[in-house]
């Protein structure tokens, strides 16, 4: 076994009971961020499911894998549903990640706005001339040292898109559908954020994982 299998292995068996990630952020943790492709191939030789739960492990729009090694997504999904993980009507479940404009409680607060409304995943909900100048202003005149936005700031951007945008309007409405809903994070988030989680009636868990000594961004 090389050591990027081993890497991935052990970051799969870190993932608690009820909760699931993607092959993207497996590939992340594991040093490796563009060899997705590569931990599906590692997981499908998976020999022990029980302590290795690569069953929760889904794509990065929230669907399962049709090709689980263990018996294929019904029984992927069956084995989530029994640990309490909850899906969408379409089958998949929701996931976010960081990006350079965006925290990761953000996109996946958009991302699950999205799902609940039916919005294909490959659209965009907010352009990115709304918000490179929120975080220009943060960055410039407020002091901050992360341009990314929270999701509180990506929640008023996302009522000024609705303005102009019958998407970002859709998106908007589903705000109370989330309630009741629970979210896993496995990288720090800000207090804002959780305190705008619970605001929504999500329930927060968060678990992070390092990829460096450096935990926290200034």
Known sequence: M??????????????????VTNY???????GNPRA???????????MDPVNTPCHRVVFKDGSLCKG??????????EKLEAEGVRFLPDGRVVTGKTSSLLGASASLL????????????KLDLISAQVIEPI?????????????????????IALCISALTNPLAQLAQEQLG???????HFSVIISEEDIKLYKRLGIHVTCEPRYEVKKLYHK
């Open 68 to 77: 689980y090694v263990f018996g294929g997504p019904d029984v992927q999904r």
């Open 24 to 30: 993207g952020f497996v590939a992340f943790a594991a």
């Open 177 to 183: 559908s989330l309630r009741g809903c629970d979210a």
């Open 135 to 155: 975080s220009k202003l943060k960055i410039e005149s407020l002091g901050h040292h992360n341009p990314r936005l929270h999701s509180d700031e990506v929640l």
């Open 2 to 19: 090389n050591d990027f299998s081993e890497r991935v292995f052990q970051v799969v068996r870190e993932i608690p009971r009820g909760k």
């Open 110 to 121: 958009l991302n699950a706005l999205k799902a609940q409304g039916g919005v294909s995943d």
């Open 36 to 46: 997705s492709r590569g931990v599906g191939f590692v997981l499908h030789r998976n």
